[in-house]
């Protein structure tokens, strides 16, 4: 069976979503996992949440933020087009812990990841207060879909064209100093954004879970490209997480690692135009899951 693109469309400037049959990984989900995806032969394998899944449509979601190389390639396919190789689910699904409040936080491309968390946590019984924040109007999707998960909902923007101007971290404060009791956070965003939330929440000792975006090969612990230091401990973030205890991690390592291959990466996507590849790859018959 191949992966066939069932949906395509676009959300926000630089940001679309694809609705991609996977039959087994959408029976095998949970809230947290991901997909390694590779597009064609001759693709490099690369992670995406999974943001949403239909079982018996046997549909998983992805939303991707078009960065490089394969996320330009990506945007370029059509609905009918198949993806080669969808690999997964991977990571821990996330722990849903007992009822109480949560404060659910999504920086930019991470309101996509956060969306089947809130809706865990909100059917597991919790008062969810979510807080998306992005730099611009035209950079925030799925408004609706996330407050209709959510008690109390606040949006910021970096130029204060929609929402409160600002960033995230300005109405968790206000939360924190009116003193609503908050029993954990979740936070998905950039890697500064984290970092600063979680030095945020310390301070309160409220527990904070993060979702890190190392860079990943494998995606099965052998390769060791996802390490991350968690406490006084090496983590492998695609089988140890890729959640963590935001207390725990190293962010100023996992922001040096990412900077890693730009090289590589830049001169892989100068050199697109001339594979020009064209997305029609119907044929295939091996998915992997
Ligand atoms: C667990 C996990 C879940 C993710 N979920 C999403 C998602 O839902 N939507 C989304 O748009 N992006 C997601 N990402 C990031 C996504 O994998 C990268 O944006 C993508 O690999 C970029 O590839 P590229 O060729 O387009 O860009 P490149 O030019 O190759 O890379 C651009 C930047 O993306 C990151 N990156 C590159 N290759 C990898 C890799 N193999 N693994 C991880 N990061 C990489 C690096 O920071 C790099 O600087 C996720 C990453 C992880 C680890
Ligand atoms: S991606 Fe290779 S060890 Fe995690």
Redesign the pocket.
């Known amino acids: 069976m191949s992966h066939t693109i069932i949906k395509k469309q676009g959300l926000a400037r630089n940001?679309f979503m694809m609705e991609i049959k996977a039959p087994l990984v959408a029976q095998k989900h949970q809230a947290g996992q991901?997909i390694i995806l590779r597009l064609h032969d001759k693709g490099?394998?690369?992670?995406?949440?999974i943001?949403d899944s239909d079982k018996e449509q046997g549909t998983i979601t992805?939303?991707?933020?078009?960065?490089?190389?394969?996320?330009?390639?990506?945007e370029r396919c059509n609905e009918g087009d198949s993806v080669l190789d969808i690999f997964g689910p991977l990571?821990k699904p996330t722990l849903i812990h007992e009822k109480g409040t949560v404060v659910a936080i999504g920086g930019g491309?991470g309101a996509?990841?956060l969306h089947p968390i809130l809706k865990a946590l909100k059917k597991a019984g919790n008062r969810t207060i979510t807080i998306l924040g992005a730099q611009s109007k035209e950079n925030i999707f799925w408004e609706v879909k996330m407050k209709a998960l959510s008690h109390d909902f606040h949006i910021t923007t970096d130029d204060g064209s929609y929402g409160e101007k600002g960033l995230v971290s300005a109405p968790l404060q206000r939360l924190l100093q009116e003193g609503t009791k908050i029993d954990r956070v979740y936070c998905i965003g950039p890697v500064f954004m984290m970092k600063a939330i979680s030095n945020l929440t310390k301070e309160y000792k409220i527990p904070t879970i993060v979702?890190?975006?190392?860079?990943?090969?494998d995606g099965t612990g052998m390769c060791g490209?996802?390490r991350v230091t968690v406490g006084n401990d090496t983590k492998f973030?695609?089988v140890d997480?890729?959640e963590f205890d935001g207390h725990q991690v190293d962010f100023d390592e996992l922001h040096k690692r990412?900077?890693f291959?730009?090289k590589?990466?830049?001169f892989?996507?100068s050199h697109l135009e001339k594979e020009r590849h064209q997305c029609k790859l119907g044929d295939f018959n091996n998915e992997k899951e």
């Open positions: 940001i991901f490099e394998r690369i992670p995406l949440s943001v992805l939303v991707i933020q078009v960065v490089g190389k394969t996320t330009k390639e990506m990571g491309l996509a990841p979702s890190l975006n190392p860079i990943m090969v490209g996802c973030a695609c997480g890729p990412l900077q291959y730009t590589h990466e830049e892989a996507e």
